[in-house]
């Protein structure tokens, strides 16, 4: 099997399982412009040619002004152009006062992470709800997921994470992560073979958070034993953490 093949396999073994796409879904994807989004937004869109279900695709790209990150929204307008993907995009801010690093601190203020993510969110709710969509897309695959589950037993001492399908309760939208099945290093593997563009600056903080360190404790839990990433997977499907209604 082809690295095509298998990632597309895992991406509608998801549709299917966690029953992600309905009849005549709306669905908006957040693209941030990263390996994991632009897979996603091409995987939809491929998919959406298929006709069964009837859906159709959006995609929103955010960009934080006081952020020193950037993509080129150029290429990402040719992008979603060349799969017929109509394409938002919208620039905010936040407030840096109320910011901390990306490690929580004792002043009560929000990592800058935190406050960047809620701002992204807030926006794609917004478009979403004033488009008429009923699900909006997010690019988080099986590691994603993983490393969330395992920061949360770290530091909160539960079992959570972010499920595959999460219905919203405050409004008549649903949150789905159909790479949920896919593994970052085959979207690694696939974006080279795509020649997807990098973003032309990445993020200061992306190196400075408590992720980092949980990556290398999958990884080195994967040392131990190379079946731990579908057992701790398999404790949260048992435990139903991957859909929430």
């Not at 993020?203 to 079946?227: G, V």
Request: with cysteine; hydrophobic share 35%.
């Amino acid at each position: 099997m082809t690295l095509d093949e298998r990632l597309w396999k895992s991406f509608n073994k998801a549709l299917g399982q966690f029953q992600l796409i309905d009849e005549d879904d709306k669905i908006l994807v957040g693209l941030s412009g990263g390996k994991d989004s632009l897979c996603l937004l091409e995987f939809l869109a491929r998919r959406s040619k298929i006709r069964v279900p009837h859906f159709t695709v959006e995609a929103l790209h955010v960009r934080i002004e006081n952020i020193q990150y950037e993509t080129d929204t150029t290429y990402l307008q040719h992008f979603c152009d060349s799969l017929g993907v109509p394409l938002h995009i919208i620039t905010t801010s936040f407030t840096t006062s109320f910011a901390t690093t990306p490690v929580a601190s004792p002043t009560g203020k929000k990592p800058a992470c935190f406050l960047c993510s809620w701002q992204r969110r807030k926006q794609l709710f917004n478009l979403a709800q004033e488009l008429g969509c009923t699900k909006i897309a997010l690019g988080h695959h099986q590691d994603d997921i993983l490393h969330t589950a395992l920061m949360n037993l770290t530091f909160q001492g539960q079992l959570s994470t972010m499920p595959a399908k999460l219905k919203m309760r405050k409004m008549p939208l649903t949150i789905i992560r159909p790479l949920c099945l896919c593994q970052e290093a085959d979207i690694r593997q696939y974006a080279e073979s795509r020649h997807y563009e990098k973003q032309l600056k990445t993020c200061p903080y992306e190196k400075d958070t408590n992720r980092t360190a949980i990556q290398e404790l999958l990884e080195h839990m994967q040392q131990l034993n190379p079946e731990a990433r579908y057992s701790l997977w398999h404790a949260l499907e048992q435990a139903g953490k991957l859909t929430e209604y």
